[in-house]
């Protein structure tokens, strides 16, 4: 990028911090390039771009008009990128049909078009993750319906001998609400907390390619440690509380039958 024409040309070059990362230029306080004739230019580092500003300034390299012509070839009088404004909002996609007849070499792009590509991709990079949490949701709902099917032979042995030994058919089902209650419970706090180191202290390695793209400059993702009961709240009603119920259905379907009938048939 190449300040405005007013700015002073120093000869010295202002970097982000991926850019000086990558290319190492801690020590040297200098950048190389190769121009357009192939010549080696090297370019002074006056400064570099502090970390609170990452997020638009890691992969930018500000030089002097004088210096990126140098580099890029590009003759006096002439510019890669030009930016018009339009008084008239709606007129924006007449003026950039005008200029692409006018100049059919040249690429014109409205700012519409760029907010277009820009939530096309945030789109595809929430389904990408909706993909992966319907697979969770998916699994979660298997081994649910599963423990609603019926128990093992294990778990209808325990609950033939309670009978057998005097146990009312409520206190059969208390015991069993509490233990699904606790496992439920376990798993949902395990859950919260591994999340929880997961999403802020290992910064997201699972996702995180999915979330700020494959850019090799993007600045690191450090995100502020929040946590919303209400989500807590939804998460917890739609998995600890079907989990609890539904693990009464089988043991009560077992603990009405005859305890005999039960351990003979195991």
Same mark, same amino acid.
């Given at each position: 990028?190449?300040?405005?024409?007013?700015?002073?040309?120093?000869?010295?070059?202002?970097?982000?911090?991926?850019?000086?990362?990558?290319?190492?230029?801690?020590?040297?306080?200098?950048?190389?390039?190769?121009?357009?004739?192939?010549?080696?230019?090297?370019?002074?580092?006056?400064? *570099?771009?502090?970390?609170?500003?990452?997020?638009?300034?890691?992969?930018?390299? $500000?030089?002097?008009?004088?210096?990126?012509?140098?580099?890029?070839?590009?003759?006096?009088?002439?510019?890669?990128?030009?930016?018009?404004?339009? *008084?008239?909002?709606?007129?924006?996609?007449?003026?950039?049909?005008?200029?692409?007849? *006018?100049?059919?070499?040249?690429?014109?792009?409205?700012?519409?078009?760029?907010?277009?590509?820009?939530?096309?991709?945030?789109?595809?990079?929430?389904?990408?993750?909706?993909?992966?949490?319907?697979?969770?949701?998916?699994?979660?709902?298997?081994?649910?319906?599963?423990?609603?099917?019926?128990?093992?032979?294990?778990?209808?042995?325990?609950?033939?001998?309670?009978?057998?030994?005097?146990?009312?058919?409520?206190?059969?089902?208390?015991?069993?609400?509490?233990?699904?209650?606790?496992?439920?419970?376990?798993?949902?706090?395990?859950?919260?907390?591994?999340?929880?180191?997961?999403?802020?202290?290992?910064?997201?390695?699972?996702?995180?390619?999915?979330?700020?793209?494959?850019?090799?400059?993007?600045?690191?993702?450090?995100?502020?440690?929040?946590?919303?009961?209400?989500?807590?709240?939804?998460?917890?009603?739609?998995?600890?509380?079907?989990?609890?119920?539904?693990?009464? $259905?089988?043991?009560?379907?077992?603990?009405?039958?005859?305890?005999?009938? $039960?351990?003979?048939?195991?």
């Amino acid at each position: 990028m190449v300040p405005p024409t007013d700015a002073p040309d120093d000869g010295r070059a202002k970097i982000g911090s991926e850019v000086s990362r990558t290319r190492d230029t801690g020590a040297r306080d200098e950048m190389v390039f190769q121009a357009a004739d192939g010549k080696v230019l090297t370019v002074p580092v006056a400064e *570099r771009f502090e970390s609170a500003s990452a997020l638009a300034t890691a992969d930018l390299i $500000v030089l002097s008009e004088t210096t990126f012509r140098r580099i890029t070839g590009i003759p006096e009088g002439f510019a890669t990128d030009l930016a018009v404004s339009v *008084r008239n909002p709606a007129e924006t996609a007449t003026i950039a049909e005008k200029i692409s007849r *006018r100049l059919p070499d040249c690429r014109s792009v409205t700012r519409t078009q760029m907010q277009s590509t820009y939530e096309t991709i945030f789109d595809w990079r929430s389904g990408y993750v909706l993909v992966i949490y319907s697979a969770a949701i998916l699994a979660f709902l298997i081994f649910t319906l599963d423990k609603a099917t019926g128990l093992s032979a294990e778990e209808r042995g325990e609950i033939a001998v309670l009978k057998a030994v005097g146990w009312d058919t409520a206190d059969v089902l208390l015991l069993k609400f509490w233990e699904g209650a606790a496992v439920s419970l376990a798993a949902f706090g395990i859950g919260v907390i591994g999340a929880y180191l997961h999403v802020f202290q290992a910064v997201v390695p699972l996702f995180a390619h999915a979330l700020k793209g494959w850019s090799v400059l993007y600045p690191p993702l450090r995100l502020a440690p929040a946590v919303s009961a209400y989500q807590l709240a939804v998460i917890f009603a739609f998995t600890v509380m079907p989990y609890t119920l539904i693990t009464i $259905v089988p043991a009560w379907h077992t603990a009405v039958t005859d305890p005999d009938t $039960v351990l003979r048939n195991g």
